[in-house]
């Protein structure tokens, strides 16, 4: 960490590090956190499935603060549960509430009617976008990057790409991207294991087209991110690759 950099700011809904500069890179992390507060009573199977990749990205939190605190950049950190409310969904997308999964069902989403959907929209997901939005507009960051993971194997299928650079417009700095991340030994895919271009960057693409910048998705492999210290290792190797780039 920089000297005098700034410790996390906590909301409820979202976690910040940094203060928004001309030209920072505005870092988010959509799903940090598994965090769900006690008003909805997890049951034992919710706290099951919490603590899997339904509950939150394992690892992304790692990587996003490290990435954030390498340099004089930003970072915007989700603080709820995407069981919640899924804040890279927009709010009228059928999966921004999971009632069920593959693994089982979620509890507390079983009967949700439109009052509880509003409710979570105001709590978590508007204050989430309202922050990220407040950042581009502050800072008119040069980049908009945001960062994920994924299961190493889904569904009894193991997954080879280590990491993926999603996107729906920007394909050359996409393309430039993948380029420095195998360079910096990851197996790196475009647009996968999701693609960008079928919609799946909700919050990338909502901010970047309103801020006018580029903005990209990165999606890391779990396996990689299992500890802190493995996470940063991944994060320092991705901020080479960034930097390869320009960034």
């Known amino acids: 960490m920089l000297p005098g950099y700034p410790r996390a700011v906590l909301s409820d809904a979202v976690e910040t590090l940094g203060r928004p500069t001309a030209g920072c890179i505005l870092y988010t992390c959509e799903h940090a956190s598994n965090r769900v507060p006690r008003t909805w009573r997890p049951t034992l199977d919710d706290r099951a499935l919490l603590r899997a990749h339904w509950g939150y990205d394992l690892g992304a939190a790692w990587v996003t603060r490290r990435l954030a605190r390498s340099g004089p950049d930003v970072a915007v950190l989700s603080r709820a549960s995407r069981l919640l409310v899924d804040v890279n969904r927009a709010p009228d997308d059928p999966t921004a509430f999971l009632a069920r999964t593959h693994d089982g069902e979620v509890s507390f989403n079983a009967r949700l009617d439109l009052a509880e959907r509003r409710r979570r929209l105001a709590r978590f997901h ?34 080879e ?30 647009n996968e294991p999701y693609s960008g271009k079928e919609g799946l960057i909700y919050s990338a ?30 994060a320092d190797r991705v901020l080479a690759a960034l930097r390869q780039c320009g960034w």
């Open 205 to 234: 693409a909502r901010h970047g087209r309103e801020g006018n910048l580029p903005y990209l998705e990165l999606e890391l492999r779990q396996d990689l991110l299992s500890s802190r210290p493995r996470a940063e290792a991944v």
């Open 161 to 190: 790409v280590e990491a993926g650079v999603l996107f729906d417009r920007h394909d050359e700095h996409a393309a430039a991207l993948v380029s420095a991340l195998g360079a910096a030994g990851l197996r790196t895919a475009p």
């Open 126 to 159: 508007e204050p989430y976008h309202q922050t990220v939005a407040a950042m581009v507009r502050i800072g008119r960051p040069r980049l908009l990057f945001s960062v994920h993971s994924f299961t190493a194997v889904w569904r009894g299928s193991p997954r």
